[in-house]
Nanobody
Framework: HVQLVESGGDSVQAGGSLRLSCASS????????MAWFRQAPGKEREAVAS????????RYADSVKDRFTISVDNSKNTLYLAMNSLKPEDTAMYYC????????????????WGQGTQVTVS
């Protein structure tokens, strides 16, 4: 059984900051791959940032580069997304996801998902 629980979502003014957390019931280092996705009403789900939990190598969507930072604390089995300079277009439900690392790296489709946490920027 694997459980991912997100927290930290809130309603903030444009230019503000938030830090999202994803607590995992499984060792984050055992996953290999973890990521944050988001989905706004009427739009497709998009990958925001992904992380190799062993090497800490990260990838970001162009829309959040230089504003968001993904990180993991393997001692706490928790994934984070630090969000700065928030914009109204960042408004979405944010989801934590995890999966095993493949020979080529991290997958586009993830096996395990959290329930989501809402971020609203006005």
């Amino acid at each position: 059984h694997v459980q991912l629980v997100e927290s930290g979502g809130d309603s903030v003014q444009a230019g503000g900051s938030l830090r999202l957390s994803c607590a995992s019931s499984k060792s984050t280092s055992d996953f290999g791959c973890m990521a944050w996705f988001r989905q706004a009403p009427g739009k497709e789900r998009e990958a925001v940032a992904s992380l190799d939990t062993i090497t800490s190598r990260a990838r970001y969507a162009d829309s959040v580069k230089d504003r968001f930072t993904i990180s993991v604390d393997n001692s706490k089995n928790t994934l984070y997304l630090a969000m700065n300079s928030l914009k109204p277009e960042d408004t979405a439900m944010y989801y934590c996801a995890a999966d095993a690392k493949r020979w080529y790296g991290c997958p586009d489709e993830y096996k395990y998902w959290g329930q989501g946490t809402q971020v609203t920027v006005s």
